[in-house]
Structures are given as structure tokens and as C-alpha cells.
């Protein structure tokens, strides 16, 4: 999705600009631009539509410098990615802009500001706003006063950078439904959508909040509320290694991440495991009071988190006896729901900054005070600084690190080891868990990085694996319980990082319709543990075979399922079957990894897709 960066130095800032830009890369864009202040007092820039490289090389041809600026790279919403659409926009040679997000009433906007004379050059609803702060400059004199007026006239969501030639001391920036981030350097300051795009510059941030407005001079920061009030923010002093957003001996970040599986784990779980019973405290001082009012969870979700949300119903159930609903975000948002009383609201996210799942916390939250509350909120999410972290309850974060491979992996399994914990802290307040349930569990989870491990050393046999599927165009997905979620979340990998179309199916419902697809083009992939399920699974199975369909099972060790003809089997590990789901993603992650890497395509940037969904 959109990317901002921005930057007011006593030095040429282009280089940092266009390393800021490449540091977002991974969220997934469309076209890259960047405005300076020259030395003449002039806003001069570059735009180029596809990746920053172009950018880089216009500027290699034409170079421009200056000491304060702003760079974007843009996802396409309003208007195709071309030049005239990539950002910043400019009103006259005045102003320059840089959003992310999007302007819901740039249509009437759009009309005034023809009535008064302004030109429109894209097609973008970005434009209507940098020419609005235009007008209001006109009329109050003062950027910072422009942009607060112009802001309150804007229906969307919006993380906004502005510069201007009248005031080339200082870069303006707000937000509202969008993440920003102010870098603070020595004698320099800087601006971003993201802290990542910032790291080679300063490790000390400033996160500003909902309505903020900040005006960012080399040598200080101000910022003001929603309400116009000056505020100062907390100043957090980041940690993670620098190298994170390296590939390091990795061909893909893709691949560093699903190999990076049981370190991450094993974060998730330090601090949070007694000797024999998950620490309820790992979710909030007031989590274990609140647990033992909990009689339902409502789980919400997009995409893979989605998934994850899903294998916890099973869990929530099954393990502990707790009601538990699944939605995908962008339909619960919308949709009238029936809450029952005492349910805790759970959003599932890895960046936290997801459109549809944050609006769907902040309805739920909107019914507080109504007959039809939830209980509370309680976020499971990887980025401690998210909006749905800071609008939530409670929280429990996943430690998987910066994840920058689009495709979701060790946000998914840590996710996975979260949902697991809160389903023990849940029965274990309800009293609900069979008996050692807790204690083996827990034993188990401390083994976990252990059999990831041994899962991920299978990677040479699932290499070649993928050889045989590489050419194929389409694939059926298959598990049961909560491998039917795993099965589904092995699909979407394969179908967004290989393009080849991949659908999952509850085992049971191939006879119900999708055994008419099978035929020897169209491979079926399935998860079999060795579980009480597993003979019906083996049926299943033997269904695909007598139609000629070729099978790849990865199937527990004991399982008793044979290589044979059109049947390969993996051998898996064995493992608790509570613990199974997450350990049998990590054979589908590796396939759908291989089979993309043989079809050559953009493994950490595929096509059409972003990091961070940032808008509806
Ligand atoms: C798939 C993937 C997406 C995300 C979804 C939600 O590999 O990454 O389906 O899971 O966009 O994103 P988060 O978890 O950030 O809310």
C-alpha cells in the first residue's frame, strides 16, 4: 500500500528520501515519486510510474537536491499508475503533497475547487487536497493554519506530508485513519507511514495519533490534537536489529521468514508459559478478572489472519467449551450483528493498520454503553504501535518481527501459538480444560520451535515436490477439523506468490461437488495427522485416486499412508494433534514458495497485492 516519506535536514536529502522509499517497498505499490526545495527556493520533482529503481534512475539522469522534501510510493485507488497519478501533487508551484489513504468527498471538493479557479491535472482524489490547503494559505497565511482549516473539510482516511516554497524550514504532516511516524534525528527530523523507512536514519520515534497535526522543523516538533490543543507525544527508542529488513543468505524474504518460524515461536511464547499453565497477566493486568466474565468470542479478521481466527474456533470449542465466531472484517462491518452477552471481541491482524478490521473494532466499540456491547476488546497483533493495538482493550503480540514478504508466514504461526494461548488462559478461568490439558499443552508449545525445525529441514524433499506441480494450472487443497483452515490457508499461499488457482475444501465435501474438477491435471494437497479423522481422510483420498487425481499428502510419520502410484507422500514429524496445525503450515509455506520460485515469479512483491491494506 502507500508509502510517505519525508525529511527536513541541513543536508541533500534525496538519498535518504529514496532509501526510505525502498525500505517500504515491501508494502506493495505502483508508481514512486519525491519534491525538494532547491537551493533557488524552488519545489522541483520526479515521478515515475512502477518501482523505485525508476525513480532512482530519473534522478541519476536529472538530479535534484534540497534540504527538506517529501517521497511517496503510490497503490493505485483514483486514476491508473502513470505519472500524472504518482504523488506529489502540486498546487501551482507552491505546494507539494504526499497521502496515503483515501478522500471520500473529493467529488464536491473536486467541483468548488474548479469553481475557484483551480486546474486539476490526475485523476486522483490527493489532488483535490493539496489545492484546498492552497486555498486556505490564501486566505490565512500560515501552512500550519492551512492545513488544520483543509483538514477538517475532508471525509477518508488520510496520512498526509505537505511542503511549501513560502515556508521552506519545515514539512507539515497529519493524520486520520492512516499511521504516521516522526523519526527524530540530531539537527534533523523526519516523517514517515511507517518507522521501517526510517531505520537507517534514527532509531528514536514519535507516533502521532488520531487528528494530530505535527510541524516538523530541523530542530523541532510540534504537534496539536484533534482539538487544536499542542501535545507532546511519547518519544519510544526502537530495538529491533537492523537487520531485519535485510534478506541476509536468503533468496527471498519470503523464505527468511518461514526459516526465521521457530526462533519467532519461541519469542512468542517467553514471558508468557508457566511451569505448567499459560500466565494470564501476558494479555493485561485486568485480563484475568475480565476472562471469567467471557461466555463468548466473536473473531474478526482479514486474509490469513482470517485463517488463524478460524483454527482458534476449533480450539475455543473443542479445548475449552467457549462459544466462538469467525467473520472475515469487510462482512462484519457491514453487516447488523446479534451480540450475545459476555463476549470478548477479538481482531486478528499483522500489521494492525488492516481498514476493514480496524472499522470493524471501532464499530464494536461504538455499541459500549449499548444493550448490545461486547464484554472488551482484545487484539492479537504484531505491530505494538498499530492503531488496533492503541484502540484495543486488551493485547497480545505476536513476536514475529517486521514481516516484509507479503505473503503472511510467521505472522500466521505466531498468530496460531497466541490464539492457542489465549484458549488455555480462557478454559483454564472456566475450569472448562480437560484434565493435564494445560500442562501438556504447555510442554508441547515448549517443543514446538524444536519440531519447526524439523519441519523446515524437510525443504530439499518439498523442492522437489513443487518440480512436479510447477507447470500445473490449477490445484485442490484438502484437510479436516482444523486442517480445513490450514488447507485453506495453503491455497492462498500458493494462489497469491504462484498465480496458480488453488481452492481448499473440507475433505468431506469433495464428493459434494469438487470431485468433478479432478482429473490428472488437478493436483490435491492434503494435511493428514495422525488424528481420529485420519481413517475418514484416507477415504477421502482414495475418492481422488480412482478418478486419476494425483495426490501430495503430507502425512504423519504413524499415519500408515504409502507412497504409491499418483500418491507422494511427505513424511511429517508427529506431533500433539492440538499443535498440528501449526506445524503442518510450514510444509505448505515451502511449497508454494518452490513452486513460485520455478515459475519465476515475484516471490516478496507479487503482483496486484500489498503488505498493508490501508484502505477498504
Ligand atoms: C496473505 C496476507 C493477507 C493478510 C491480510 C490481513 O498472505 O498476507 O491475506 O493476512 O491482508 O492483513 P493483517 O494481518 O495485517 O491484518
Not at 541541513?10 to 515519486?33: C, T
Not at 486546474?119 to 493554519?145: M, N, P, Q, R, Y
Not at 529488513?245 to 527471498?252: I, N
Request: net charge negative; with cysteine; charged share 25%.
Amino acid at each position: 500500500m502507500c508509502g510517505i516519506v519525508g525529511a527536513v535536514a541541513e543536508r541533500n536529502i534525496a538519498a535518504i528520501l529514496v532509501e526510505g522509499l525502498k525500505r517500504l517497498e515491501y508494502r506493495g505499490y505502483d508508481s514512486a515519486g519525491l519534491a525538494l526545495i532547491d537551493a533557488h527556493g524552488a519545489l522541483r520533482r520526479h515521478r515515475r510510474p512502477g518501482k523505485v529503481s525508476g525513480l532512482e534512475q530519473a534522478l541519476a539522469e536529472e538530479p535534484l537536491s534540497g534540504r527538506v522534501g517529501i517521497a511517496h510510493t503510490r497503490w493505485a485507488t483514483h486514476g491508473a499508475p502513470c505519472e500524472r497519478n504518482a504523488h506529489p501533487h502540486f498546487s501551482g508551484d507552491d505546494l507539494a503533497l504526499v497521502h496515503n489513504g483515501i478522500i471520500e468527498n473529493h467529488a464536491p471538493l473536486r467541483e468548488r475547487l474548479r469553481g475557484l479557479g483551480y486546474t486539476f491535472t490526475s485523476d486522483t482524489d490527493t489532488e483535490v487536497v493539496v489545492h484546498l490547503i492552497h486555498h486556505k494559505l490564501k486566505e490565512l497565511g500560515d501552512l500550519t493554519a492551512a492545513l488544520k482549516s483543509a483538514v477538517a473539510e475532508l471525509h477518508g482516511a488520510y496520512g498526509l506530508a505537505v511542503v511549501s516554497r513560502h515556508q521552506p524550514d519545515r514539512l507539515l504532516a497529519t493524520r486520520s485513519g492512516s499511521p504516521l511516524v516522526v523519526g527524530l534525528g540530531i539537527g534533523e527530523n523526519f516523517i514517515a507511514s511507517d518507522q521501517m523507512a526510517l531505520r537507517q536514519v534514527t532509531d528514536r520515534f514519535m507516533y502521532l495519533e488520531e487528528g494530530d497535526v505535527a510541524e516538523i522543523q530541523r530542530d523541532r516538533v510540534q504537534v496539536w490534537d484533534a482539538a487544536g490543543a499542542p501535545v507532546t507525544r511519547e518519544v519510544v527508542q526502537y530495538h529491533e536489529g537492523a537487520e531485519a529488513a535485510d534478506k541476509g543468505e536468503y533468496r527471498h524474504f519470503m523464505l527468511k521468514e518461514i526459516h526465521e518460524q521457530p526462533k519467532v515461536v519461541q519469542r512468542t511464547l517467553e514471558g508468557r508459559l508457566g511451569s505448567d499453565h499459560v500466565l494470564a497477566q501476558a494479555f493485561g493486568p485486568q485480563a484475568a478478572e475480565l476472562f471469567a466474565r467471557v461466555r463468548n468470542v466473536q473473531i474478526v479478521a482479514c486474509g490469513t489472519s482470517y485463517h488463524a481466527g478460524l483454527v482458534a474456533r476449533y480450539w475455543l470449542e473443542g479445548l475449552a467449551g467457549i462459544p466462538c465466531q469467525v467473520e472475515v472484517a469487510s462482512e462484519f462491518r457491514y453487516r447488523q450483528v446479534v451480540v450475545p452477552a459476555d463476549t470478548l471481541f477479538v481482531s486478528i491482524s499483522q500489521s494492525g493498520e488492516t481498514a476493514d478490521t480496524l472499522a470493524a473494532l471501532r464499530n464494536a466499540k461504538a455499541r459500549q454503553g449499548s444493550g448490545h456491547a461486547y464484554l472488551s476488546s482484545l487484539a492479537i497483533c504484531n505491530v505494538g504501535t498499530s492503531s488496533l493495538v492503541r484502540e484495543s482493550d486488551l493485547t497480545l503480540l505476536t513476536q514475529a518481527g517486521p514481516e516484509i514478504g507479503v505473503a503472511s508466514t510467521k505472522a500466521f504461526t505466531t498468530q496460531l501459538v497466541s490464539l492457542l494461548l489465549l484458549t488455555l488462559a480462557l478454559g483454564r478461568v472456566h475450569g472448562t480444560l480437560a484434565d493435564g490439558l494445560e500442562a501438556r499443552l504447555v510442554d508441547e508449545l515448549r517443543r514446538l520451535p524444536s519440531r519447526l525445525g524439523e519441519a523446515l529441514a524437510m525443504d530439499k524433499t518439498i523442492e522437489k515436490v513443487a518440480e512436479f506441480f510447477a507447470d500445473k494450472h490449477h490445484s485442490l487443497f484438502l484437510g479436516r477439523g482444523t486442517q480445513y483452515p490450514v488447507a485453506m490457508e495453503g491455497a492462498l499461499k500458493l494462489k497469491e506468490i504462484s498465480y496458480i488457482h488453488a481452492e481448499a475444501y473440507p475433505a468431506g465435501e469433495l464428493k459434494h461437488g469438487p470431485l468433478a474438477l479432478v482429473d490428472a491435471d488437478m493436483p490435491v494437497i492434503t494435511v493428514a495427522p495422525n488424528n481420529e479423522l485420519v481413517e475418514k481422510l484416507k477415504s477421502n483420498l482414495q475418492e481422488v485416486r480412482a478418478r486419476g487425481g494425483e495426490l501430495i499428502v503430507f502425512a504423519d510419520r504413524e499415519a500408515d499412508i504409502e507412497n504409491g502410484e499418483g500418491t507422494q507422500v511427505v513424511a511429517m514429524p508427529h506431533i500433539d494433534d492440538v499443535l498440528a496445525p501449526i506445524l503442518y503450515t510450514v510444509p505448505l509455506q515451502l511449497l508454494s514458495y518452490h513452486v513460485a520460485v520455478l515459475r519465476g515469479t515475484d516471490v516478496d512483491q507479487p503482483r496486484n497485492l500489498a503488505k498493508s491494506v490501508t484502505v477498504e
